[in-house]
């Protein structure tokens, strides 16, 4: 019956009257797709809404959690929202489980053997459901450089740049909601006009009071305006970034409200909520489905022509191994017959931290979240005109490569022979409140009535690479997760710089600055050895990890897909997520996720119709 109900809605088109429930597929039942899709996060719906856009083709895509809007209430929804929501993980402010997977890092030399809550999204829409929705792309130089490890010239930025349109449509800023001096620059022709995609991208209707202040402070380290915002291939000076925000009321824009909720409504794509995919199943070499679970019962969907593993940096590689794709003797240590013996799974995995200094300040930042009558008025704001502290999600950033000479020859070298010769080595962040050893502002603000603010630094060069690998054979185990943060002693050269000029750019920003530092503070930390010592301490996440099964060509014994996102060494199987990117691009990534997902569906639509 249900399949009567599917083939009739997709023969009358837009005709009928439109079923939500046609959408879901039916759990504990085994069923057949062309495509099945692991995991419904920011790569994996956009996959599927192309997939399915092109008619031809059953797709499913099976996720584990299930809709942000009803497991996390306004959170997840209201960009003002983002950085309050159990990012600041401890034992005391447990992390959001129904929308995340709540995993922790092993012990971490680098950042002083302490172990850090590493979010990810377990909701339809994964990440981009999580991420503080700041949207950009990487240089010219990026996109060159993956094109050449990768033997392909399709990753080239302008090769690239029809996929970072189609994804999305731009809303120019509502300079009549925004402060004066919040006006924003950026190149239109970046963003499509023909045809956009389906995410959202605007900047808020609110421009936080401190990120006001950002260009005296970023004019005094000598860096200048932006003078293409961060889309163009070009990551250099200060500016507004925008955000995945609906500009139509404000709501975050994430992979489900965009691509799903349009597939949902034009397409005969089947959803599993609530699904958990716990091995893929093989004939030989030949993926052929997916077995899941839901409720602790297990049942399996079987793949006509593809699986697509959408599973994200973590559990991407880890579902890999746990099929038998992955390093022989660490798969055989767990006892799991070896499919194809591939030494690159989960190896590689590139990421970054932030930290920065913090001062009180004379504007309000989400400090004043504290005071209920703030609160109110910013809900009220929020509600009826689509305005106010609420909207707000990423604010202002700059990007710097330090000059040669105030880098160490070994940096030097080691740095030019990584990366192109646009790359940034550090982005900075104006943050909008008090983030101290600890990512969250609603935990770690110490509410004592004034308003906090922090400049944090990112290290985009990082030469540090992490792993992830199996704790045991059952898959209801999270990953050992183990980032390697400072393992190579450039990355620390780079941040200690990094934290100096932090230090010059709020002497540039003295006019909104109340009293001295107030945390770290000059006096408890001015040496290099202090400095080292505060960043090993306080070092949080930015949440970017990635290239842990890194593309790459065939004659890379540690490549993991080739440049269609296809698993080396087996047959109907590919990654499409930010685990197949060789490695971390500068910037924010999820823009780059998205386009290469829209691109690898692309491939995938193709070979449908010359295998
Ligand atoms: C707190 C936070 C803030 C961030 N801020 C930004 C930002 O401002 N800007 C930016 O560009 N990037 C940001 N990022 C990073 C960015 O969001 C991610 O890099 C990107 O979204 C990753 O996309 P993905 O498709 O690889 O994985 P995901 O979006 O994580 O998708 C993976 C999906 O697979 C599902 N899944 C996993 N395993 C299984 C399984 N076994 N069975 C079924 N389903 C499964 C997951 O539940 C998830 O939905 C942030 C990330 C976080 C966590």
Redesign the pocket.
Known sequence: LDNFLLAEANENGSGYQPLWSNSFGVPFVNATYDYVI???????LAVAWKLALSGKYDVAV????GFYEQDNGNGSVIPGL?PLQG?GWDSNHPAPLLID?GFVTEPQKGLDDRSLFY??????????A???????RGTKGTYQKWADEVNDPSYEFDQLLPYFKNSSTLTPPNHSKRFPNGTVVYDETAYATKTPGPLQISWPNWAIPLGTWGSSGFENIGLSTSKTGFSSGVLEGHGWIPGTINPVDSHRSS?QSSFLKEAMLKTSLKVYTR????KILFNQTTATGIE?RTEGVSYSLSARKEVIL????F?SPH?LMLSGVGPKEHLQSHGIPVVHDRPGVGQNLHDKTYVGTGFRVNVETSSSLDSPEYAAEAAHDFLYNQTGPLTNG?AYVAFERLPTSSLSPTAQAALQGNFSSDWPHIEYLIENGFSGNNSDYATSDPKDGYNYGTISAAISTTLSRGNVSLRSND?LQPPVINPNYYSNPIDMELAIAAFKRVRKIWAGMANVTIGPEHYPGTAAVSTDGEIEQYIRQNSIM???A?ATCKMGSANDSMAVVDSKARVFGVERLRVV???AIPFLPPG????T?YAL?LKIADDVLRDAESP
Do not use: N, Y
């Not at 692991?38 to 994996?44: L, P």
């Not at 699904?275 to 716990?278: D, G, K, N, Q, R």
């Open positions: 692991v995991g419904g996060g920011t790569a994996g099976v996720e584990a959690g983002a990012l997977w979010a990810r999204g377990k909701t339809l829409g994964g990440c981009s999580r991420a503080h929705g700041a949207f950009m992979s699904a958990f995919a716990t899941l959408s599973a994200g940096v559990q579902l990423p898959p930015i949440w970017h990635s997520d930010i685990s924010h990534p999820q823009g996720v997902a």
